[in-house]
């Protein structure tokens, strides 16, 4: 059975002036278990190596461009309108190697 929430939609402004993350969806109590956040890494910085873990997770790029290094295979070049989704247990790093800002939303969910 899901936990309750508190049921509401919700509007989230994207615009706001956030350095590096801006939470989008946490989670409990806001919503039943799905998380998001806008990204924006500056040239040459990356968001660090990490593992979805037991979650799947898509990456929805909106500017800049950059690369996705995923242990064990070879990196994924990302730029504006591609999207690229992790199953679980993926290690992952994001890294903006443009001259621009790179801006990503990540969606995570649960994975049953």
Sequence with gaps: MLKRTKNK?????????????????TGQP?????QAGLVTLQPKKSVGKHSTENYEE???????????????RRSIPIKPNL?????PHT???VINTGTEPLKY???VTKAV
């Excluded at 939609?9 to 969806?25: D, F, G, R, Y």
């Excluded at 806001?30 to 799905?34: A, G, I, S, V």
Aim: hydrophobic share 40%; net charge positive.
């Design 105 to 107: 939303i990540y969606i």
């Design 58 to 72: 898509l990456l929805i790029v909106l500017a800049g461009k950059g690369k996705v290094e995923i242990t064990g």
């Design 9 to 25: 939609s919700k509007l989230i402004n994207l615009n706001k002036k956030v350095s590096k993350h801006l939470p989008i969806l």
């Design 83 to 87: 999207a690229v989704y992790h199953p």
């Design 91 to 93: 290690e992952h790093n």
């Design 30 to 34: 806001d919503n039943y278990c799905l």
